[in-house]
């Protein structure tokens, strides 16, 4: 394999430049013949980063033998839309033959998609999502420092349009104040994008942005000529004349389309491919055989998919002791994020204390206090992250850190985890991460602080994700279980809470119900209390309980036993306990969430599944809330005591 070790050459020599030459004329044929083969993609980038592209596969410490080789360095491809540029250096370096990427890219069910994928080996992580790889990057970087792994570099490479997207902003402030030295990030300075030239569409002063945020900044002239972009990167390399306490950008000036005269400058093949004719004027001009696009297109005709969309690199698995659990007594009123906070500390005692480095790890947005995440941050400080008012990047960053072994927590309220961070979130989970995002702060419960802050459609959200499985605990003690609980199990996960302070849920002996013995189960309700048979079932969970607990209390004394089961686990959900509600009668929901998109909804698509017949009703948000004490928010929307009551005798 060609490599270049960084501390002893100084320059490039001819023999190194001419291996390079050749590299890039391969690389070159594979980005056209690809993308013409697909009939999309995106060569112009492709072009334009492919001297870098080479160059940095030549200094990184990487084995095409074994990609998760644990001592390997990793490189963010922040652009993903250049996936035909980085296919081809991938295989030019052994990571798979040119076979699979040429007969596959862009096929259904191949690897090699439109954006780069952990599928294809080398990959470290899925983008697309323009804006978020940097905070990546920082995620990497992050990961090597709290393992000392001191001058293990972590690149990565973005684009110029990219530049300006808010969260990159972010990601650059959290790398300056968290020291990350061994980041290199490096910028294909084209100036275009798809709308044409950068500073039309959208002027950003790039360097002078990454000085501001106390970058060291290299600006290199040409960054289509290997010499120069090989010093460029030995520089950030060595930090040779910068900040040694810095991360560094390399700025390379390039030119879209680079190597192919009539492709040069030209917005147009951002993301076109060449027709089969210029493509093949192309190919005369690369200086290969222009045969070769009948030649791959007749083997990609008969090539079947060989590659997985699905094979991701393996994680390093983590073992995490779950601490002695909290028990709070029956008379004990307090909030389940003050249990969360409880739990989190007892976690960070259990598993980070004593430790070289830790393995749990706390990310805020500027809400520790009301988050409760202090308690953690005075255990473990070194593993506690304040990222500031940054959701987007912190929701990837600390995703990230878990793809190398750390268990990461992500808190702050509702509309800021799930609302504000979704796209973040989707694009984490398609990179099967293991973020334990705890949102306190969510639906009316809020209260006072208004509809700005009432987070009412986190179950109609975080379900669309595939991985994410969503808890909402309905009391301190079940809170305390269910952190417990995601910090052992692997796996991407929600957990919901209000901000109320509550009672705890106690049986019929007056005894909590979540109690010593108890233990959470994802997919499993809770019969808080069976009702008599015919008798209505009342499903619900999170903030609504106290006030469900008081309508059965009711119910009873005007002789009704109904039954009432929390749903704690909203995804998975437990159909046969839905199924057995059913059976009993009928069936009341009532949630703090917008009605139509929550427990409703899937207590009804699941009976309907079972060609089951029973009457529902819903209660929940039917608007956007207003400020005002949490009780009064639930009789405005009829899911107070006295309404659950009502719609009980109604049913
Ligand atoms: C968040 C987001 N918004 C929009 C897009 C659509 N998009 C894909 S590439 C691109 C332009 C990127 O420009 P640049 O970073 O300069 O890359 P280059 O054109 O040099 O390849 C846009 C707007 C996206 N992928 N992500």
């Given at each position: 394999m060609?490599?270049?070790?960084?501390?002893?050459?100084e320059k490039l020599s001819e023999e190194q430049i001419e291996t390079l030459s050749q590299m890039w004329q391969r690389c070159a044929g594979r980005i056209i013949l690809s993308t013409t083969l697909a009939k999309s993609g995106h060569p112009g980038g492709s072009l334009s980063s492919l001297h870098t592209l080479l160059l940095l596969y030549a200094i990184m410490r990487h084995d095409p033998r074994n990609p998760d080789w644990e001592d390997?360095?990793?490189?963010?491809?922040?652009?993903?839309?250049?996936?035909?540029g980085v296919y081809a250096v991938l295989s030019e370096y052994g990571y798979f033959p040119e076979e699979d990427f040429l007969t596959e890219f862009r096929r259904a069910g191949s690897a090699f998609g439109g954006h780069v994928e952990q599928g294809v080996p080398g990959v470290e992580w899925n983008t697309g999502n323009l804006g978020q790889g940097l905070s990546a990057a920082d995620g990497f970087a992050l990961s090597e420092r709290l393992r000392g792994n001191q001058g293990k570099k972590t690149y990565c490479l973005m684009g110029d349009g990219e530049q300006q997207k808010g969260q990159v902003a972010e990601a650059r402030r959290f790398a300056t104040k968290y020291g990350l030295k061994d980041l290199i990030c490096i910028i294909d300075r084209n100036h275009l994008q798809i709308g044409g030239d950068t500073e039309k569409v959208m002027p950003v002063r790039v360097r002078d942005e990454y000085k501001a945020a106390g970058w060291n900044v290299i600006y290199v002239a040409d960054g289509n000529d290997f010499q120069q972009v090989y010093k460029g990167l030995r520089r950030a390399y060595l930090h040779e004349n910068l900040d040694p306490e810095r991360p560094v950008v390399i700025v390379n000036r390039t030119v879209m389309g680079k190597g192919v005269s009539f492709m040069e400058n030209k917005e147009k093949y951002h993301g076109s491919p060449l027709p089969e004719e210029m493509a093949r004027d192309a190919l005369s001009e690369i200086g290969l055989s222009p045969d070769l696009l009948d030649e791959w297109k007749k083997k990609r005709e008969n090539h079947p998919i060989t590659s997985s969309s699905h094979s991701f690199r393996r994680m390093p698995d983590t073992k995490i002791e779950p601490?002695?659990?909290?028990?709070?007594?029956?008379?004990?009123?307090?909030?389940?994020?003050s249990a969360y906070g409880n739990a989190l500390k007892s976690l960070a005692e259990a598993n980070n204390k004593g430790e070289q480095t830790p393995k749990i790890l706390g990310f805020s947005c500027d809400l520790e206090g009301s988050v409760k995440m202090q308690g953690f941050h005075s255990v473990s400080p070194e593993a506690f992250f304040e990222v500031g008012i940054q959701e987007h990047h912190a929701a990837v960053c600390s995703a990230v850190t878990t793809r190398d072994g750390f268990i990461s927590f992500f808190s702050t309220f509702g509309v800021f985890a799930v609302c504000e961070t979704y796209n973040q979130h989707r694009l984490s989970d398609q990179n099967e991460t293991n973020l334990k995002i705890v949102s306190t702060h969510n639906g009316l419960d809020v209260g006072e602080d208004g509809p700005t802050h009432q987070c009412i459609d986190y179950i109609g959200l975080m379900q669309n994700l595939f991985g994410f499985s969503i808890f909402m605990p309905a009391d301190p003690n079940q809170t305390d279980r269910i952190v417990r609980?995601?910090?052992?199990?692997?796996?991407?996960?929600?957990?919901?809470?209000?901000?109320?302070?509550?009672p705890m849920v106690l049986d019929l002996n007056g005894e909590p119900f979540f109690g010593k013995d108890y233990e959470f189960m994802p997919g499993k309700a809770d019969w808080l209390r069976r009702g008599k048979p015919g008798s209505c079932t009342i499903i619900s969970y999170g903030a609504t309980i106290p006030y469900v607990m008081n309508a059965w209390q009711e119910l009873k004394k005007a002789g009704m036993e109904?039954?009432?089961?929390?749903?704690?686990?909203i995804k998975p959900v437990d159909e046969e306990a839905i199924v057995e509600a059913a059976g009993q009668g009928p069936i009341l929901t009532v949630e703090d969430h917008v009605v139509t998109t929550g427990i409703g909804s899937i207590v009804a698509r699941t009976l309907a599944g079972r060609g089951i017949s029973q009457r529902i009703k819903?209660?929940?948000?039917?608007?956007?809330?207003?400020?005002?004490?949490?009780?009064?928010?639930?009789?405005?929307?009829?899911?107070?005591?006295?309404s659950i009551v009502q719609a009980v005798k109604a049913l």
């Open positions: 060609f490599q270049i070790d960084v501390t002893k050459t390997r360095e990793k490189l963010v491809m922040s652009i993903g839309h250049i996936s035909p601490g002695e659990p909290i028990l709070y007594d029956a008379q004990t009123v307090t909030d389940c994020r609980y995601v910090a052992c199990h692997r796996g991407n996960c929600f957990v919901g809470m209000g901000r109320s302070k509550m109904v039954g009432v089961l929390n749903m704690a686990s819903c209660l929940g948000v039917r608007q956007y809330g207003c400020s005002g004490k949490p009780a009064d928010l639930y009789k405005m929307n009829g899911m107070d005591s006295e």
